[in-house]
């Protein structure tokens, strides 16, 4: 099983990013798929996740209104829209694959002037 995120960076808060997280491994159309945080001193937090099929997603206060989740199941993969940054959602972001208990390495976000 192997998940590789892709697509942190700095981003100057107002920004936007969109994270990309591939699968395989395991039948990535039969999980559901979240994403995860972790920022400095804290504990890892629940961002979004988003059902097998994609009709069901379910958001973090902290980032309702200005994340989005999706996924390609044709591709094996699942995405992190990340619009109206805050310095606040600088963080290590983490895939995970509640099928097969999974985590990817995790990709940098960091929102800063």
């Known amino acids: 099983v192997q998940l590789v995120e892709s697509g942190g960076g700095l981003v100057q ?3 936007s990013l969109r994270l990309s997280c591939v699968a395989s491994g395991f039948t ?13 001193g804290k504990e890892r937090e629940l961002v979004a996740t988003i059902s097998i099929g994609g009709g ?7 980032v309702k209104g200005r994340f989005i989740i ?6 094996s993969t699942v995405y992190l829209q990340m619009n ?3 310095p606040e959602d600088t963080a290590v972001y983490y895939c995970y694959a509640s099928r097969s ?8 976000v960091t929102v800063s002037s």
């Open 28 to 40: 990535f159309r039969r999980s559901s798929m979240s994403w995860y945080r972790q920022a400095p």
């Open 70 to 75: 999706s996924r390609e199941n044709i591709k």
């Open 101 to 108: 208990g999974s985590w990817g390495q995790g990709t940098q």
């Open 56 to 62: 069901s997603t379910n958001y973090a206060d902290s």
């Open 84 to 86: 109206s940054l805050k």
């Open 13 to 15: 808060p107002g920004g």
